[in-house]
T-cell receptor
Framework: AQSVTQLGSHVSVSEGALVLLRCNYS??????LFWYVQYPNQGLQLLLK??????LVKGINGFEAEFKKSETSFHLTKPSAHMSDAAEYFC?????????????FGAGTILRVKS | NAGVTQTPKFQVLKTGQSMTLQCAQD?????MSWYRQDPGMGLRLIHY???????DQGEVPNGYNVSRSTTEDFPLRLLSAAPSQTSVYFC????????????FGPGTRLTVL
């Protein structure tokens, strides 16, 4: 069975600092990988996804993530944090071998941005 | 284009009561799913559907029922509410391939007393 581990339930950075949110997955074959963001009292929206094309994926709002098969990781980064980035971030995987679009989510990381 | 809509936004139930959470999408997506979100646990899949008339269980299906009579609608029924079902419920829809983006509704916050 697939699983996702997000290291750090809370991350705090200063405005303008680097954002790094960690995600490791467990899967017998390389999965599809996603990062979703949830702003307070809202649903989730897609930041970016990896679908076995380029290993460095660029998403919305200046975020990017790199797929590293050897490390089974898909960490999310942004060079310079903005106050509007404060939200909860979820890493998720789906199995390439299965029909349908079932996502397995990590526990989430709450990002706080200090002024 | 309203996307994915959910009703109600908030609901309080007593233990043993039943209710239906409504979900509708206007994007002609074949795949729809229900998740529950609990603090520190991320989102967990309850039930999903790959098309009208086809549903299947996810990770945490006990106490919930679904049906899919149309492409647009995918209601979630709580048969006999329990305090353990206090959660935020999200409906999502997408095309059916594993790499397709899922579009989420705004959620229903349910409290069971």
């Amino acid at each position: 069975a697939q699983s996702v581990t997000q290291l750090g339930s809370h991350v705090s950075v200063s405005e303008g600092a680097l954002v790094l949110l960690r995600c490791n997955y467990s899967s017998s074959v390389p999965p599809y990988l996603f990062w979703y963001v949830q702003y307070p009292n809202q649903g989730l929206q897609l930041l970016l996804k990896y679908t076995s094309a380029a290993t460095l994926v660029k998403g919305i709002n200046g975020f990017e993530a790199e797929f590293k098969k050897s490390e089974t990781s898909f960490h999310l980064t942004k060079p310079s944090a903005h106050m509007s980035d404060a939200a909860e971030y979820f890493c998720a995987v789906s199995d390439q071998r299965e029909y349908g679009n079932k996502l397995v989510f990590g526990a989430g990381t709450i990002l706080r941005v200090k002024s | 284009n309203a996307g994915v809509t959910q009703t109600p936004k908030f609901q309080v139930l007593k233990t043993g009561q039943s209710m239906t959470l409504q979900c509708a999408q206007d994007m002609n997506h074949e795949y729809m799913s229900w998740y529950r979100q609990d603090p520190g646990m991320g989102l967990r899949l309850i039930h999903y559907s790959v098309g009208a008339g086809i549903t299947d269980q996810g990770e945490v299906p006990n106490g919930y029922n679904v049906s899919r009579s149309t492409t647009e609608d995918f209601p979630l029924r709580l048969l006999s509410a329990a305090p353990s079902q206090t959660s935020v419920y999200f409906c999502a829809s997408s095309l059916e391939r594993g790499y397709d983006e899922q579009f989420f509704g705004p959620g229903t916050r349910l409290t069971v007393l």
